[in-house]
């Protein structure tokens, strides 16, 4: 089992920044790790992919945040990381990490980040 702890977010004016946090409860080795990255959900809206990094180190981003947000990860400090730059109104939304380990799906339980105009 792995429990996966979001922080970070928050109320940020139009073209700040925030720094997500996704912790894990555990050491996981990267040979187990299929996938991670960040969902977000807006209201009345469907869960969309922001950001991925797959087993072979490759990171995606959805096109409405490449060249704002970066997506990272500290083995050493089991944490994955989504930094957002030039946040506009429309990144507002709860945010989801998520880790798939040996093909099984874990998530957060999301923070939410709203922009102001």
């Known amino acids: 089992q792995v429990q996966l702890v979001e922080s970070g977010g928050g109320l940020v004016q139009s073209g700040g920044s925030l720094r997500l946090s996704c912790a894990a409860s555990?050491?996981?080795?990267?040979?187990?790790?299929?996938?991670m990255g960040w969902y977000r959900q807006a209201p009345g809206k469907q869960r969309e992919l922001v950001a991925h990094?797959?087993?072979?180190?490759?990171?995606n981003y959805a096109d409405s945040v490449k060249g704002r947000f970066t997506i990272s990860r500290d083995n050493a400090k089991n944490t994955m990381y989504l930094q957002m730059n030039s946040l506009k109104p429309e990144d507002t939304a709860v945010y989801y990490c998520?880790?798939?380990?040996?093909?099984?799906?874990?998530w957060g339980q999301g923070t939410q980040v709203t922009v102001s105009s």
């Open positions: 555990r050491s996981i080795s990267s040979i187990s790790i299929n996938a």
């Open positions: 990094i797959i087993s072979d180190g490759t990171t």
């Open positions: 998520y880790v798939v380990v040996n093909w099984v799906e874990y």
